[in-house]
């Protein structure tokens, strides 16, 4: 039995109270990787202290584990900067070294996100079709990554100014089921209300940045992309893209959120954000009237003041913006495309009858009609 005395690493470490989330997503997996991978004979009965002390032993985790940006900034500590990076004098809570290392991690995790998610999206569900559309900018592909890649940066010193507050302990997030108000029930009920909560504010902060002494300086950017590929989820100006993004920091320092739920909303709403700029139109049928999908937010690339929605289309009801999706009733950027293909207006291959090549504009009057411009 491997025991606390045997610890290489002189690390705190607290016991965790939440036993059986991590019982079976800890404990079992590592028990198997043990026994299959180094061959310690690993008691097949033990006790939860067992596997912490263990845990402990391997230097995996430290002070518990963290699931949010503490464990990735544990994680990225443990394994990479305190024995490549970091000068041993330098503590690892040390603020400026905690600043330092999150906005490493928070631009390399958003790239990771965007650019995974984004290039599975575009080789697996996104509809090339879409690219032979008229309203399909030139390089547009290349141009959203570009503007996306520039401005993720940006975004990441307010993002970091959050998370390092977070990791100070200053927002309402909780380690153990036990330490939220109802248990279980008060999880699954947070979690309703973050998309609610994230849903309803980002509708307002999207109409404020559709304001026209506003929209043109900071919103306009992110309309350029009149059919979006899923590169355009994140293609923001900074501020933008920000502002957008604020209802789901500031969701954890105002209501008691578990650490695990909210890393898992976080990756949630990256996916949600790309999904919706995938041109998969498909939403079940019973959803149609309640979910904001990939067919709400073209019309909202298309038409600009219609369906800024989120996750769901109450605010727009609410705030009467909500258009029925013009994918629904035949009109579509796809129907457009078989429309100019079937009146001879463009080649199979997308190109345009009167001019090669993807235009800027709107295609003999056949295309959809934005009201910005
Ligand atoms: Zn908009
Ligand atoms: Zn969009």
Redesign the pocket.
Known sequence: MITSGSCPIKRKIQPFRDKEVYFHWICVPLRSFLNRELQIDYPSTYSFDDILRLIKWLGIVDNCIRFDMDLVLNVADHYVLTPYVYPSSWPEDGALRQIISLLVVTNLGAAVLYLGLGWLSYHFIFDHNLMKHPQFLKNQVRREVKYAMTSLPIISVPTVALFFLEVRGYSKLYDNVEESPMGWPFVLLSMISFLLFTDGCIYWIHRFLHHKSIYKHFHKP?HVWKI?TPF??HAFHPLDGFLQGLPYHIYPFLFPLHKVLYLALYIFVNIWTVS??DGDYRVPRPLQEVVNGAAH?TD??LFFDVNYGQYFTLWDRIGGSYRNPSVLEGKGPLDCIRRLTAEGKMSTNGANANANGHTNGHANGSSTKSKEE
């Open positions: 992110h979006p355009a989820s919706i700029h937010h909202h690339h």
